[in-house]
């Protein structure tokens, strides 16, 4: 049994720079940064690693205040529960100020914790040498004077941490699923999160945009690890501010590529949104596993008979991807919420079929006898054999053949139809690559008198 790996929880007031050090830490962007107060509003987590090898995990979280309401009050809590989570807490102030009651309150809390402490004096580059030994009132040591900007202090920091850091290693597992839910802002995907998460991970608030950063948690369910991403609300492109809002909706989009499966949520009270069909078209054109998650049903006005009315309105406005599963959910009422996990095991199971060549090449001729594909006069086009692409997450199949650039769409379309026919690749896009080996072509290039011997790849192919 290994050791437990580490945490490390980065806390303080508002705009002393946590942010810009988890960033600097990690040596790249995950957190969001911005000469804002407050822009961190859920507790971030990421793995870092020291030179050593040591692992550990680095917890970015929201600036400490005073609660003015109960969605602040969320966000205290959660400082609160991840300096008590933690084995380091890193005490952040900024240099460049005087100490301030709400300073104190930080150091405050952070002793009360027990945990083991080191003052981080950020800024420490436009900060003069009295003001950062007069952050020692604090009584907290070590005091180490940092520059996020600059990294100066991150060698000593990394001395303090190897010091009090045990030896551990992240092992994350090969087999892991990674479930991101994505939609408009304020469809409920933290609610519906949390639900999953069967605990508070993540802010739930009744305003929009309420998640900036992708939260991830990790979770077991029927034996296997499953990854939740909460992501930000993904907006039409004219309504997306510059700055912290532009990046959590290029936090979204990463989140599409991270994932194996998407939970798309829309509002069972705002049905029929053209960028819901937008952001489905993004999922499929990635290549990933794609659920459609009708949110807030609980709330929504109905009787014995609606979900039937409102599904085929539905299916018509997602008619791209006609194998999308649709689940009707509720966080509140917890209605369906552990189907979706049901269906993102199912998913994955499917993505994983392997069809031998035999086996597709008798589907081919099926096929393809029973109905041809039509063409142009002497351009007929030919389909010879078919491969599986072993390799590749997404079902992706070549398909081999003469003047295949001449394929109708709908004939590629009715090939995907009756593939899902024969075997059951619901929940997943599939790919269909059509590739040109007309050999009466290279029959009629010759050269010298010989037919030309083609050493080069005259390969068309076109992505489904």
């Not at 930080?106 to 009295?130: P, T, Y």
């Not at 080996?437 to 008198?449: A, I, L, P, Y």
Request: charged share 30%; proline share 3%; net charge positive.
């Amino acid at each position: 049994m290994g050791k437990r790996v580490p945490i490390v929880a980065i806390v303080g007031r508002a705009n002393v720079g946590k942010s810009s050090l988890f960033n600097a830490l990690l040596g790249r962007r995950e957190a969001i940064v911005a000469n804002e107060p407050g822009t961190t509003r859920d507790s971030i987590t990421a793995k870092a690693e020291l030179e050593s090898g040591k692992q550990f995990w680095l917890v970015d979280t929201a600036g400490l205040k005073d609660a003015a309401d109960a969605f602040e009050l969320t966000i205290q809590d959660q400082i609160t529960e991840a300096a008590n989570s933690a084995d380091i807490i890193l005490v952040t102030v900024d240099g460049t100020t005087m100490i301030t009651d709400e300073d104190r309150r930080v150091a405050k809390m952070a002793f009360k914790s027990g945990k083991k402490l080191i003052l981080l004096v950020n800024k420490a580059d436009k900060a003069k040498k009295e003001q950062v030994q007069a952050f020692e009132k604090l009584g907290i040591k070590p005091l180490i004077a940092t520059s996020a900007t600059q990294k100066k202090g991150f060698d000593v920091l990394e001395e303090a941490l190897e010091e009090v850091l045990p030896s551990a290693s992240i092992v994350e597992a090969d087999d892991r699923i990674r479930i991101a839910l994505l939609g408009r802002p304020n469809v409920g995907k933290s609610s519906l999160y949390n639900a999953l998460a069967k605990k508070q991970q993540a802010i739930v608030a009744d305003r929009a945009g309420t998640t900036r950063d992708v939260n991830h948690t990790i979770i077991k369910y029927m034996g296997r690890e499953l990854e939740l991403l909460d992501t930000a609300g993904i907006r039409r492109s004219g309504k997306i501010e510059k700055g912290i809002e532009h990046f959590s909706v290029l936090r979204s989009l990463q989140a599409i590529e991270q994932a194996d499966v998407c939970l798309l949520l829309v509002d069972a009270n705002e049905l029929s949104v053209a960028l819901d069909q937008k952001i489905a078209g993004l999922i499929k054109e990635a290549g990933k596993g794609l659920v459609l998650v009708v949110s807030k049903w609980d709330i929504k006005e109905k009787d014995a008979f609606t979900r039937d009315d409102i599904a085929p309105g539905i299916a018509n406005d997602f008619n791209f991807i006609p194998w999308a599963p649709l689940v009707f959910t509720s966080s509140e009422t917890g209605k369906n919420v552990s189907k979706i996990f049901d269906l993102a095991l199912d998913i994955m199971e499917k993505r994983a079929q392997v069809r031998t060549t035999r086996e597709l090449n008798n589907w081919l001729k099926k096929i393809t006898d029973r109905h041809p594909p039509a063409g142009l006069k002497n351009r007929q086009p030919k389909l010879r054999y078919m491969v599986q692409e072993d390799w590749n997450p997404i079902p992706s199949f070549k398909i081999f053949g003469a003047h295949t650039k001449y394929l109708h769409w709908s004939y590629k379309r009715h090939m995907e139809k009756m593939l899902r026919e024969e075997w059951d690749y619901s929940g997943t896009p599939v790919q269909l690559w059509f590739i040109d080996r007309d050999v009466e072509k290279q029959r009629d290039e010759k050269f010298g008198g010989r037919k030309f011997k083609n050493n080069g790849n005259r390969d068309r192919t076109s992505n489904k």
